[in-house]
């Protein structure tokens, strides 16, 4: 591989406070090599690659820290080429991915398989995720020693929650000792039964049954008491609500090291855009009111929440057709991750940094990766986009193989130009 | 060649009736009077008309009805069409046939009219998308039972002579009931003032915002109101404890003679049916005829449902 050079870039690396003009250097291994306003393209070797950026922004590859795959089990609804395929054409470059497959990944031998399946199909980095709990069933847990030597990132029961406080605090007691992330949903099941939908005046006048936000709070204000106690490296998944942030505010304030995520779509909709019956934003936890859209957007503004994840959720065509509390749950959105967060850049919501830090560095540090950053020696995992480019939604054009995404037809600005993994050219617009 | 003219009056009537949300207020009153032609003809000997001859209209429910389908299903015969009746309990759903591929099979066969009731609520609005004839809720989830609140509204009319200036209480299982929320929005609609009257668990997140005012005693819900809708308690929707004892239910929330005295002197009270008598309402008040409607509301529910029937099948 020849060096090359990025030149007359917008570059904005959060991991080392960087937002300047300037290049960016990768050797022939793909490392970087220099980086800021100082490097020269005379700092290259001669028959270096040189590509004019033209004042676009160049940022660290996405780190998108909850994403499913539909291998193996549901190669109809994603498989690995066509997650690879539209996380890079979204910028992301790292993809944790969720173990609710079939079989569900709760073992070393299925872990050997989803490596090995991700190294030959995928063109993207995978940190696989297993369960926390066998089958996600909430009753046994998983070896998370084995399981972690064997190249699992975290634990997660993704959309499940582990409902018996004594398990749970077993669960942190037993991952505080070996140093495993774990990643929980937050749903009280006895406050969730049987609900599709925010509880609010859309549940009433569509007539379905509501998920309270006190079903979030509930579980990660024990959540949070257990860590006081049996103080693991412990990650909320995603919240929706106000109430949840202010139980956030209250423990992280108290000095309490845990970390949150938020959805894109819990960022970008509110419970209003499901209108009559729209069971691509059926979502889960589901989209809220608007009072708890900002106050999560502010959230992320004071430090509350440290990443945004796509949750992207592909599913067929058939899971989405029916009934509103039969169909599927959940919506793609790896690749539109990017340009939807930088909406709140456009309309002033968070500045640009901001957005970046909880889409690169925030999620790596999570992790304990060396990813998401620029810093001399990284991979050269990039992400290039043009801020301000605006765009349709085309659900068609979209390279997941499910199309259910939430913002069909909206109207986005920030169009990603080309991704860059370790140092090859990956994607091009 | 002659060229057609496009009648915009006719492809601007919404081809569905889906829900009250759905209906404006001037198809509300046509359909309103419309059902008023037929209720001296279904008094008569003679009731049959042709004006639904040659059309076909699928009866397709997938929840037990006694009185609303065979309300659809007479209204229906009355108007000439040819009726089916599909009763779903027992049918390829069970095979596990999805809702759009009934839907599509049922379309292959060229039907005017399907008349659908489903415990999903939005059930009728998916199928709507999905075939090329009209689709007529009848009763979806708990979300809404538009022909009920016709009915309901044709049959105070008849009473009282209109809606408007009316107060008009709605008591009992708001929270599950489609009914309520198709009464809600029509009531208002027409000028009515509506309370509803629910024990604190049974009523609905956010049915302010409805335009309603809401009480959990019922004696201030019923006062100086005209007319008073008793809900049933639907335990079949229920899961969980909402309330300590049908006992208590009916301490609080039963309609009998001493709490009736709250409401206006010429107040009348309906009910949707079927009733759970000693329940939600004492038996003797629901069988006086000086009061009571719900005869009558059986009666012109038929009427109503031929106007919509007529109004809906191109």
New interface residues.
């Given amino acids: 591989m020849k060096e090359k050079i990025f030149i007359n870039a917008r570059i904005i690396d959060p991991s080392q406070n960087m937002d300047e003009k300037g290049s960016l250097l990768l050797n022939e291994k793909g490392k970087v090599k220099a980086i800021g306003k100082n490097v020269k393209k005379s700092d290259a070797n001669k028959d270096a690659e040189v590509i004019d950026l033209k004042g676009n922004v160049l940022i660290p590859g996405l780190v998108d820290m909850k994403a499913f795959v539909g291998e193996p089990g549901y190669e109809y609804k994603e498989n690995f080429r066509t997650l690879s395929q539209a996380a890079l054409a979204g910028g992301v470059t790292s993809i944790v991915t969720m173990p609710n497959t079939k079989p569900i990944i709760d073992n070393v031998s299925m872990v050997d398989f989803i490596i090995r399946r991700g190294r030959d199909k995928a063109n993207v980095n995978l940190f696989p995720c297993a369960s926390i709990t066998k089958q996600c069933e909430g009753k046994l847990m998983t070896e998370f020693g084995l399981l972690s030597g064997r190249g699992i990132i975290g634990f997660s029961d993704v959309n499940k929650t582990i409902q018996n406080t004594e398990l749970m605090s077993r669960i942190m007691d037993y991952a505080s000792d070996i140093g495993v992330l774990i990643m929980q949903h937050a749903e009280d099941y006895e406050l969730s039964?049987?609900a599709c939908i925010n509880?609010?005046?859309v549940?009433?006048?569509?007539?379905?049954q509501?998920i309270s936000a006190l079903a979030e709070k509930i579980i990660i204000e024990r959540d949070l008491s257990l860590l006081s106690e049996y103080p693991c490296r412990y990650h909320i998944n995603q919240i929706s609500s106000k109430q949840s942030l202010e139980v956030i505010r209250k423990n992280k304030n108290n000095g309490k090291k845990f970390s949150v995520g938020v959805s894109i779509n819990n960022l970008s909709l509110n419970e209003n855009d499901i209108g009559?019956?729209k069971t691509f934003l059926k979502l889960s936890p589901p989209l809220r009111l608007e009072d708890d859209r900002l106050s999560l957007v502010q959230g992320i503004k004071d430090e509350l929440i440290d990443v945004i994840v796509s949750d992207h959720l592909p599913e067929d065509e058939?899971s989405k057709?029916?009934?509103?509390?039969?169909a599927a749950t959940g919506a793609i959105g790896v690749e539109t991750l990017l340009p939807l967060s930088l909406e709140m850049y456009h309309n002033e919501s968070l500045p640009l940094n901001k957005i970046i830090e909880t889409l690169t560095i925030n999620p790596a540090k999570i992790l304990n990766i060396k990813k998401g950053t620029l810093t001399k020696g990284s991979d050269g995992d990039i992400c290039i986009f043009d801020l301000e480019a605006p765009w349709k939604v085309d659900a068609d054009k979209l390279k997941s193989k499910s199309k259910n995404t939430a913002i069909e037809n909206r109207n986005l600005q920030g169009k990603i130009l080309m991704t860059y993994l370790n140092g090859e050219l990956v994607y091009s617009n | 060649m002659a060229v057609k003219k496009n009648n915009t009056a006719i492809k601007n009537s919404p081809k569905h009736l889906l829900g009250i949300q759905n209906l404006s207020i001037v198809e509300a009153k046509s359909i309103l009077d419309e059902a008023k032609k037929f209720i001296e003809l279904n008094r008569s000997s003679s009731k049959k008309l042709d004006v639904l001859r040659g059309k076909t209209q699928i009866n397709l429910f997938f929840e037990p009805s006694t009185r609303t389908q065979s309300s659809f299903d007479l209204a229906g015969k009355r108007l000439g069409a040819d009726v089916m009746s599909m009763n779903m309990d027992n049918s390829a759903l069970k095979k596990g046939e999805t809702l759009i591929d009934t839907a599509m099979t049922l379309n292959a066969m060229h039907p005017d009219l399907i008349v659908i009731r489903h415990q999903d609520s939005g059930a009728p609005n998916l199928l709507s998308q999905k075939v090329n004839c009209a689709v007529i809720n009848a009763g979806d989830g708990r979300r809404e039972h538009p022909t009920q609140a016709l009915l309901d509204a044709l049959t105070i009319i008849n009473r009282k002579g209109k809606i408007e200036g009316l107060k008009i209480a709605i008591c009992g299982d708001i929270l599950h009931s489609r009914v309520a929320r198709s009464n809600i929005y029509l009531m208002n609609m027409l000028g009515a003032e509506v309370n509803v009257i629910a024990p604190k668990t049974l009523m609905p997140k956010s049915i302010d915002r409805m335009g309603v005012k809401s009480f959990t005693d019922m004696r201030k819900g019923l006062e100086g109101t005209d007319i008073v809708m008793m809900l049933r308690l639907q335990n079949e929707r229920m899961q969980g404890s909402f309330l300590p004892s049908k006992r208590e239910y009916y301490e609080f929330y039963g309609l009998t003679p001493e709490k009736l005295k709250f409401a206006k002197k010429d107040a009348l009270i309906m009910h949707p049916g079927p009733m759970n008598r000693g329940v939600e309402i004492d038996t003797k008040l629901a069988d006086d005829i000086n009061v009571s409607l719900v005869k009558e509301q059986v009666e012109l529910g038929v009427a109503v449902r031929m106007a919509c029937l007529k109004k809906y099948c191109k």
């Fill in positions: 039964k049987n509880d609010g005046e549940a009433t006048r569509l007539g379905l509501g009559e019956f058939e057709r029916l009934p509103f509390a039969q």
